[in-house]
């Protein structure tokens, strides 16, 4: 089926929309307008390196990282759980553990404004029972939980994923040679789900590094992380180049970590959301 | 141990679900307060309903969500079949190209975006929203039809040329439904996508156009906003029924397949 | 398949429910004949929506379009970029200048509103628009301390208040550049409108002290969190306080002894307006005494209209919290455009205060 023409219109609109639009951003990162003129400069560059700006990606790595680690170690007994279970209640857990990822972005981090505030929910049921008050919105703390919740689905699934196509005889085999069930894990089940957990880290570490809006809503502005500084860059101080620069490095780390990762998942066996 | 699973499972469901739950008792508070209960009242849906920024940022969400998914579709599934055809080199440039928007942070593509509409002096508003959308659909698109296509036997469209049909022909009649459990997946994908984006719309949007997303932010950034637990309460109710009615139907459905919820 | 077409048929379904139930509201995809889109950028929270609703009922051909933004800042790039077509906007003092420096702004017609006259005298010819061709004045107040009485037991006279350690994490600084910037600087004994580096430089060094201390930076949502008695202190504007105190008893407000800034917001007609006719109407229509006294009664501020200060509650104008006292305002600084070298070290500076 020689058709590879038809894919011709695809081609062009991703050079027009994706490419040319990348081009730009690199074209602004190497520029910059001196009185009225444009010249090419490796400034933006130089001040990206500088200890207030390292600081905030070092913040945005570290904040990202640890949620990445607890959604791991929250969502694999998820997915184990639900990937042991018999068929009849499987889709509906798999279903309920859906709905919430279904629900706007915007909203699921709304909620926990509601519940963390020092007035909120949380704060209302401890006084009720005689404990304490906690401070927890607009802290690291808020922050992490936040991407935590918006991103654990994205852990658990892609790791479901691979367990449940997991050979069962490979698992039976195992026992059968004498292994208990923590053997059975380490040298079975879990090599066999690595792909999914290459998968669900991928999907998890990103968007949590470029994120800004848990950041501005659950961090009260106080938190500027990469996504913050470039969208104040671009739409509040309006220094494009600046901008560009900073995103330019942050595109490509994150896409030198993304290669790193799919190193691991050569036959591309990552399950995916697909 | 059982008993120690459901317990965990448990604390996860809880965990998921109180934030929403949380927001959707309190759609029912005569009171703005976010932690005391005032009293039961309707009024927050009354509010929502008039708000005509809420509504406009619907009908605007829903329309971008549609129109960016079949379009996306349309143009997924044709490259896709032009794709799968190619030859190495070509097909992993092009592979390559698909993945970069899939790959690349949402913030690092609304801003190239936004500096593309304003480089080609396109006013920001719903065209651009809609460009947008479409550019970022169809990678995803795409990647749903790929595997079906691999799992293609070659042959029968060869088989089916031999029988005398016309290409045309022996594509929508062979290859489509072949394809088409990837072809309708990725179109849902391309709208769920569509309509949970911010970052991107965010940045590419422009003269009042608004999406749901973007309406939800700004009423969150002027303080507690009990009209938005009313929204969430709806979504939910609407999200609940929906997936519940496409699951119940893809499993009771003699050809035995596996829930929508493929995963 | 059968079950993938009923699965989008009850999608399409319920989008088309949606649909006809909301009237297509939005876009002007559906009557063509003659009606004007007039794109309006205000700040958050700044009109009574009902108030739109009069104008598009008195003028039927045309359809409001409403945007908020949240600092000058923010609406200032959206115009600049050139990519959205509004048609009015309410920038402050300083950000007017530069907009007019910049010649991002249209002359308004000044016979297309007539309700001008209403407009006092002294909020005429201010420094930023000398001439009264750019903008027509909307509300005017103050930035100050909104305290809890309950919270706070000393008397707050000065900005030193907002550094103290006491108020750990009970402090809401303003998340604008110019406002959090102008009050180290006053508390510093500086201007506000500072172009010296050395004082800038003084000012952020508090600002990064202060952070530790500060609950969130914020701007709209400072008012629900002090009605709601989650700090003891915010910086806030004047109207934001009057309606904050309105909900609590327990909240005041206070101008700080070292001075604070005093603005004025004004409509101006960006370059990008495609209708300059009907944004003129608009402009007219707010200055209309009635809708100027139902803004002022739903958003707190003070009015520049002398028709509106009439028909206002008379303890409305006594209320030194709209309408400062001469003493209050003595050492008030309105703010000025420091020239583009200068905001970009107030850019710079506040970038590195928030990325600390």
């Known amino acids: 089926m020689k058709k590879t023409w038809v894919s011709y219109p695809y081609i062009l609109w991703m050079i027009i929309f994706t490419i040319v639009p990348l081009l730009l951003v690199l074209y602004y990162s190497f520029t910059k307008t001196e009185d009225g003129s444009v010249v090419f400069t490796l400034e933006n560059f ?152 290459v998968s669900g880290i991928t999907m998890v570490f990103m968007p949590a590094v470029t994120t800004f809006i848990i950041s501005k809503l659950l961090g009260g502005s106080q938190y500027m992380l990469i996504g913050n500084l470039i969208e104040d860059q671009f739409m509040r101080v309006y220094d494009w180049n600046f901008g560009s620069a900073i995103s330019i490095i942050m595109m490509v780390l994150i896409l030198l970590s993304m290669g790193i990762m799919t190193k691991y998942d050569k036959e591309g066996a990552g399950g995916g959301l697909f | ?34 932690g005391h209960w005032g009293g039961f009242t309707l009024k927050w849906y009354g509010q929502l309903f008039k708000d005509r920024q809420v509504m406009s940022s619907l009908y605007n969400t829903i329309i971008i969500a549609l129109l960016s998914a079949l379009v996306a579709t349309i143009a997924g ?127 590419t949007t422009g003269s009042g156009v608004s999406t749901l997303s973007i309406t939800i932010y700004s009423m969150a950034r ?42 | 398949m059968k079950k993938r077409i009923t699965a989008f048929t009850l999608l399409l379904l319920a989008v088309a429910v949606t649909l006809s139930a909301c009237g297509s509201p939005g876009s002007d995809s559906g009557e063509k004949t003659e009606k004007v889109t007039l794109n309006v950028f ?33 609406m200032y790039v959206k115009i600049k970029t050139g990519g959205s077509d509004y048609d009015v906007a309410f920038p402050s003092d300083y950000m007017i200048k530069r907009m007019i420096d910049e010649g991002l702004l249209k002359e308004i017609n000044m016979d297309n ?59 809401i600084m303003s998340d604008s550049e110019r406002d959090s910037i102008g009050v180290a600087l006053k508390m510093l004994g500086y201007s506000m409108n500072s172009k010296s580096i050395e004082e800038l430089e003084e000012a952020k060094q508090k600002l990064i002290e202060q952070k530790p201390l500060v609950l969130a930076y914020a701007v709209d949502e400072a008012k629900d969190m002090m009605i709601a008695e989650s700090a003891a202190l915010a910086v806030v504007w004047s109207g934001d306080a009057l309606i904050a105190m309105n909900e609590n008893e327990n909240l005041a407000y206070a101008i700080p002894k070292e001075g604070s800034n005093y603005w004025f917001d004004s409509m101006v007609i960006p370059h990008t307006c495609k209708h300059k006719e009907e944004a003129e109407l608009f402009i007219n229509f707010l200055c209309e005494p009635e809708m100027s006294l139902k803004n002022v009664n739903y958003i707190g501020y003070a009015t520049p ?52």
């Open chain 1, 46 to 197: 130089r001040r990206v390196l500088e200890p207030t700006y390292l600081k905030v990606l070092w913040r945005s790595v570290v904040l990202a990282f640890i949620s990445t680690v607890v959604c791991f170690i929250v969502g694999y007994p998820v997915a184990m759980i639900l990937a042991g279970k018999d068929m009849s209640d499987k889709s509906i857990l798999v279903l309920l553990l859906v709905v919430p990822m279904w629900m706007n972005f915007l909203l699921r981090t709304y909620a926990w404004m509601t519940l963390l505030d020092r007035k909120g929910v949380i704060n209302s049921i401890l006084g009720a029972i005689g404990l304490p008050q906690v401070h927890l919105l607009y802290t690291d703390f808020a922050v992490i939980l936040g991407m935590v919740y918006n991103f654990l689905p994205f852990m658990v699934l892609p790791i479901y994923s691979v367990l449940r196509k997991i050979d069962r005889s490979l698992i039976e085999a195992a026992e059968d040679l004498g292994s208990d069930s923590i053997t059975v894990f380490r040298k079975v089940i879990f090599p066999l789900s690595l792909p999914g957990v």
């Open chain 2, 1 to 34: 141990m059982k008993a120690l699973k459901r317990i965990y499972l448990i604390i996860i469901f809880v965990f998921l679900y109180a934030p929403v739950l949380t927001l959707i008792v309190f759609s029912f508070n005569d009171s703005k307060s976010r």
């Open chain 2, 77 to 203: 599934t044709a490259a896709a079949v032009g794709i799968h055809s190619m030859k190495k080199v070509l097909k992993s440039f092009v592979m390559n190209l698909t993945y970069l928007p899939v790959v690349n942070p949402d913030i690092v593509t609304g801003i190239s975006l936004m500096i593309l509409f304003v480089f080609i002096k396109l006013d920001l508003g719903f065209t651009t929203l809609l460009l947008a959308h479409i550019t970022f659909n169809i990678p995803y698109v795409v990647l749903s039809v790929l595997p079906k296509l691999k799992q293609l036997n070659k042959h029968m469209y060869e088989a089916a040329l031999d029988l005398g049909a016309k290409p045309l022909y022996a594509f929508f009649r062979v290859i489509l439904p072949e394809i088409m459990p990837g072809v309708v997946t990725g179109f849902l994908l391309a709208f769920t996508l569509s309509l949970d984006d911010f970052i991107i719309s965010f940045f």
């Open chain 2, 222 to 263: 002027l303080g507690v906003s009990p009209k938005i637990n009313a929204l969430s309460a709806l979504m939910f109710i609407v999200v609940l029924v929906l997936l519940l009615i496409v699951n119940k139907r893809s499993a009771t459905n003699g050809r035995n397949e596996a829930p929508l919820i493929n995963i």
């Open chain 3, 42 to 74: 205000n700040w958050g929270d700044y009109i009574d929506e009902t108030v739109i609703e009069d104008f598009e009922a008195k003028y039927p051909h045309i359809k409001v379009v409403y945007e908020t933004y949240t600092t000058n800042e923010d």
């Open chain 3, 113 to 171: 509103i007539p309700n001008y006259k209403y407009i006092g005298d002294q909020f005429k010819n201010l420094s930023y628009d000398p001439e009264n061709k750019y903008s027509v004045p909307y509300l005017w107040g103050t930035v100050g301390i909104l305290y809890n009485k309950t919270m706070v037991t000393e008397p707050v006279d000065s900005w030193k208040i907002l550094w103290d350690e006491k108020y750990a994490k009970q402090i």
């Open chain 3, 305 to 356: 209209n002398i028709e509106t200060m009439k028909l206002l509650d008379p303890d409305k104008i006594t209320n030194s919290t709209a309408y400062p006292t001469a003493e209050q305002l003595a050492n008030c600084e309105i703010f000025e455009y420091p020239g583009d070298e200068i905001n970009k070290v107030y850019n710079r500076i506040w970038t590195e205060i928030k990325a600390h």
